[in-house]
């Protein structure tokens, strides 16, 4: 691992993103500490994705700059893994095949991977389902073989593009629990985006604000001062969890509403 509790695992500077006729974000800088949990959120469409893309290395910035561990980015980042919204199981394979698949694309000892997927497979609670394939799964079981695919190549920084957003508010909350566990056991780097500001309050340290798009810029850095580690169940009535709520909300209505605006006919 190339990564640290020290210092700053993502940085963005002055970052601009355009396509063709399009300018998804623009003059964004941004930080991400080093085993710190941040979330972005804002209005729909105001590029929460392409962020988390150019972070990824999967696109390029048209201007500014990326830094992953001080290091300037180029290309594919290849200390971030990436849990995409629709998981990326292949329909072929089997949950064990799946979650070994990251393994065996980085040429690991085939005895050392099967170890670590029976492992991943106990700690995502898919025993009994190690032999059953993603069409014979709930979708909660699909997000947990996603998880493990994700966390067994033992990335520094994990990037999240609203991973649960499909999915139902018990399996979400239960989801949304054990990534915290996962984190909170390894403090690797996280970068979450999502469109619920209650989800990105109680799973982070820090969220961040996009202002709505097209040229979407960063509105504000929010700490989240709540004590870990948090009952899911339970934070949402907790007066602090209220009081930090308001403070992020008043700046996110405003540019919900002037997203709401500008799809007006």
Known sequence: MNGSLNGTAICLKDVTKS?????????ISL????????SVVGPSGCGKSTLLNVAAGLTQPSEGAVEIFGKPLAGINRSAAYMFQQDALLPWK????????GPELRGADPAQAAQSAGEWIRRTGLDGFADHYPHQLSGGMRKRVAMAQTWIV??????????????????????EGEILNLWAG???????VTH????????????AVLSAGPSSRLVGVYQVSLERPRNL???KTDPRFVEIYRSIWSSLREEVLKSYERIQP
């Open 19 to 27: 396509f063709p006729g399009y300018t998804a974000v623009r003059g």
């Open 31 to 38: 930080e991400v500490r080093a085993g710190s949990f941040l």
């Open 94 to 101: 089997t949950v064990r095949g799946n979650i070994l698949l």
């Open 154 to 175: 033992d990335p520094d920084i994990v990037l999240m593009d609203e991973p649960f957003g499909a999915l139902d508010v018990h399996t979400r909350l239960r989801m």
């Open 186 to 192: 390894s403090r690797k780097t996280v970068m979450f």
């Open 196 to 207: 619920d500001l209650e989800e990105a309050i109680a799973l982070s340290d820090e969220v």
């Open 233 to 235: 169940i339970d934070i």
